[in-house]
């Protein structure tokens, strides 16, 4: 069973960096949607950094006081990188976190979310710790503007261990590949109350899991194309 020991959040506006990307992405950028090269040309030998700067203080703070506990890292974005080159291990050098091998998780939109929770419940032992961080940061290609990011410092423990303390925030059950009707059979058995998100992003999951009253359930859901991905979480002991 996956507990969450520290959760934080950040939203705000997208920054206006131009249209200039680390030259690493250039082809890629060009590529994906559909413009010339050239538009994507560095600036005056300066790379966006927005996304370093918004991500980073969340794991530092998230870790702080784990930072020799903590065995994964899961990078988990609903959007490209524009900034730099393997961003996962330069938020992991900036962190101190430099004994920790990252994993990137993308192309699912939130979905990809209970995904990493997936991968890091089987990778993990009982004791061991993982970082967690979500993040939709649209490039200056994109139209929506969001920018918003949240990080969750998870521990695994045994299933009789959630139910020892009252205050322990649980992740009950995931799921990152459901159909409409897997989806509604599991909400048969399971009738808490549910939340649906918006596939693309995390701001009202963060929102509303900070504000988890105590001894309550609840499932987050991520509906996009028919297939879903969910979170069902409860703050206090588990039944």
């Keep these: 069973m996956l507990r969450i020991i520290n959760c934080l959040s950040d939203s705000k506006r997208a920054p206006e960096d131009g249209t200039f990307v680390h030259p690493f992405y250039r082809d890629t950028f060009a ?22 700067k918004m991500l980073l203080p969340l794991i530092k703070n ?47 939109k939130a979905r990809a979310f209970p995904f990493a929770l997936l991968l890091a419940e089987q990778e993990m032992k009982e004791g061991d ?20 990011a949240g990080v969750l410092l998870l521990d695994k423990i045994a299933a009789n261990e959630g139910t020892q303390n009252r ?34 992003g995390f701001d009202m999951f963060f929102e509303q899991l900070a504000q988890l009253p105590p001894e309550e359930e609840r499932i987050f859901s991520w509906n996009r194309n028919g297939r879903l991905g969910y979170l069902h979480v409860r703050k206090g002991a588990a039944e």
């Design 31 to 52: 590529a994906l949607y559909g413009i010339n090269a050239e538009k994507c040309s560095e600036e005056e030998g300066a790379c966006p950094d927005a996304n370093l």
């Design 62 to 108: 998230a870790a702080k006081g784990y930072e020799d506990r903590i065995g994964f890292f899961y990078d988990v974005r609903t959007t490209e990188e524009f900034g730099y080159p393997a961003p996962e291990y330069l938020l992991l050098h900036g962190a101190g976190l430099t004994h920790v091998s990252p994993l990137g998780v993308k192309g699912m």
């Design 129 to 148: 710790y993982a970082l967690v961080c979500c993040a939709q940061l649209d490039t200056p290609f994109d139209p929506g503007g969001r920018y918003e």
């Design 167 to 200: 205050e322990n925030t649980l992740i009950l059950s995931y799921g990152h590949n459901l159909s409409e009707a897997e989806f509604a059979d599991y909400r048969k058995v399971h009738p808490a109350k549910a939340v649906c998100c918006d596939p693309d």
